[in-house]
């Protein structure tokens, strides 16, 4: 999603609490018990049992902002329990937890509904319960930076409500598991509103029926696994055109909603960039994830977000971020950034979803990266390296970009940029090949085809593709703040010597060096330790060291 155009760096206030800590429901240091219960996808009461589905019906009241259903949860067990938790934010009250026609016992803790079974559920048994609840969501002040519900008007004062909740958690508007970690495998979403409005939601329409009162209800069906900060409601008197695009996979549907006072500049926009974005991000990822859920552009009130299969648009119908180029180098401006970026998290945290939010690089380097690639295949390689290069003015190297797990914290706004940059060197120093290299981005999507995942399946992947131990290379730039340093020094007699200066000791990485005037890099295999440089005619002053390529700090003495 879009949080990094405001650079809002993460307060790292503590090293990741261990595995004991967490289950006995004690928070690290730095972090409070709230934060443990939120974030904390390993504890006993949550990994107890696996979703299966969710049917959430909800009632939109626009005119007092309420909220008010139920949500159906069926599951596995995955170990025999007498006691589960889910998650609804505390403002919303939790009416009654029905199982087998039979109210259960239940009390709260923050943010955290723990129930209580009249007997055990045991291991393999599949199970339901259904939570009702109903209240006052929070309402975002500054979606999608903030979460909540968003309730905004249009034309000559229109209702226009949409969700936004990534980070916050899904829960600050329905009852869920709320953990990226468990992913229901289908979903059906009905949502009941005021005559004459339309509400989209992730997946296909099963359904639309008038009920008394003056109101409709719209059933969404979704048949692929989604995780929970991506379920939406979106609503207004939309508007309606559709489209299809010949993919991978064959004929992919192409629908999109927006406000009918901007029919006319969606069509063109969207007809101008959509096709061409998923003609990049299939080439180079692979099939689209959701075919048999389509794919939707759906207008907002908010800037955007990667709701899976109803992607939230709200960049005005300007190219670049809102008619800005973030790489200032004048190739953002060619495109939509509100549609290739948030549509690129179709596969990278819609497809790959991160276990912990701690592992977010995974959605936003990958995603902020495809940027860069679709530019390549639109203008060619000289173009996305310009353009991913200009992405290094929003790096502030302020932290790790890991964040702490367990707790529900992300790590550094680095991971959107200097993300990006790291897989641009890695591709540069150890997958030059094109075909390779998209092969192996490929590979990604195949092997790890709608599962959440952590950094160290990604990363172990990267090390079993290239057959080389790449780990130390993303530690440093994963959990460090600081760039690698070449150190390059001059000695009366003899050839130069060179280094890495990293925090990780075992740091090694290609350093790629040429006299001036050569055509093309020498890749010289370094370390920590100092190594000769023996190359002819090295001097002081004709030194020159790829970093247009590489995303590194030199240092010469």
Request: net charge neutral; charged share 20%; aromatic share 12%.
């Amino acid at each position: 999603m879009p949080r990094l155009l405001f650079l809002l760096a993460s307060l790292l206030a503590a090293a990741p609490a261990t595995q004991a800590q967490l289950l006995q429901g004690a928070a690290p240091a730095g972090f409070s018990r709230a934060d443990s219960l939120r974030g904390n996808y390993d504890s006993p009461l949550r990994s107890c049992y696996d979703i299966n589905y969710y049917h959430l019906d909800v009632r939109l009241d626009v005119a007092s902002r309420a909220i008010r259903g139920s949500n159906e949860f069926q599951f596995t067990a995955t170990r025999d329990f007498t006691r589960l938790q889910f998650d609804l934010f505390a403002n919303l009250a939790v009416e009654k937890v029905e199982y087998q026609g039979q109210p259960l016992p239940f009390t709260r803790e923050f943010n955290a509904v723990f129930v209580t079974f009249p007997a055990p559920i045991r291991k393999g048994q599949k199970a339901s319960f259904t939570v009702y609840y109903g209240g006052q969501p929070t309402v975002a002040k500054n979606a999608p930076w903030d979460g909540g519900m968003v309730f905004a008007e249009h034309g000559a004062g229109q209702p226009w409500v949409a969700t936004a909740c990534q980070g916050v958690g899904a829960s600050i508007w329905w009852p869920c598991k709320d953990q990226q970690a468990d992913e229901p495998d289908s979903m059906l979403i009905s949502v009941t509103v005021p005559r004459g409005l339309t509400n989209v939601s992730n997946g296909r329409l099963r359904s639309t029926t008038k009920l008394k009162g003056g109101a409709t209800r719209f059933d969404w069906f979704v048949s692929n696994p989604i995780n929970n900060y991506n379920v939406a409601l979106n609503v207004a008197n939309y508007a309606h055109f559709q489209d299809t695009y010949a993919g991978e996979k064959g004929p992919l549907t192409l629908d999109y909603w927006v406000l009918p006072e901007n029919l006319a500049q969606a069509k063109k926009q969207f007809g101008e960039n959509v096709k061409p974005m998923l003609k990049s991000m299939e080439y180079w990822f692979g099939p689209y994830p959701f075919y048999e859920d389509g794919y939707k552009l759906v207008e907002t009130p908010h800037l955007g977000m990667e709701h899976q299969s109803a992607v939230a648009y709200g960049n005005e119908y300007k190219n670049g971020y809102r008619g800005l180029d973030r790489s200032g180098t004048g190739w953002g401006l060619k495109w939509d950034f509100i549609i290739i970026h948030e549509s690129g998290h179709e596969w990278f945290g819609n497809n790959i979803t991160t276990k912990d939010i701690a592992d977010m690089w995974v959605h936003e380097a990958f995603t902020t990266y495809s940027e860069a690639l679709f530019v390549e295949t639109q203008f060619g390689k000289d173009a996305a390296r310009q353009y991913i290069h200009g992405q290094r003015r929003n790096i502030r190297n302020d932290g790790p970009i890991i964040g702490p797990c367990g707790v529900n914290q992300e790590g550094s706004s680095d991971m959107y940029d200097k993300g990006a940059n790291l897989l641009h060197l890695l591709r540069t120093a150890y997958v030059p090949d094109d075909a390779k290299w998209r092969e192996l981005l490929r590979g990604l999507g195949r092997t790890f085809y709608h599962q959440t995942v952590t950094t160290r399946q990604i990363v172990d992947y990267f090390n079993q593709q290239t057959g080389q131990n790449l780990t130390p290379v993303f530690d440093q730039y994963l959990r460090h703040a600081g760039l690698p340093v070449l150190e390059v020094r001059w000695a009366a007699t003899g050839p130069p010597l060179a280094r890495w200066v990293a925090e990780e000791p075992e740091f090694e990485l290609p350093a790629r060096i040429r006299v001036k005037g050569m055509t093309g890099f020498v890749a010289l295999p370094l370390t920590t330790t100092f190594q000769p440089i023996n190359l002819p005619g090295l001097t002081r002053q004709n030194l020159e060291v790829d970093t247009d390529n590489c995303y590194i700090g030199v240092l010469v003495e």
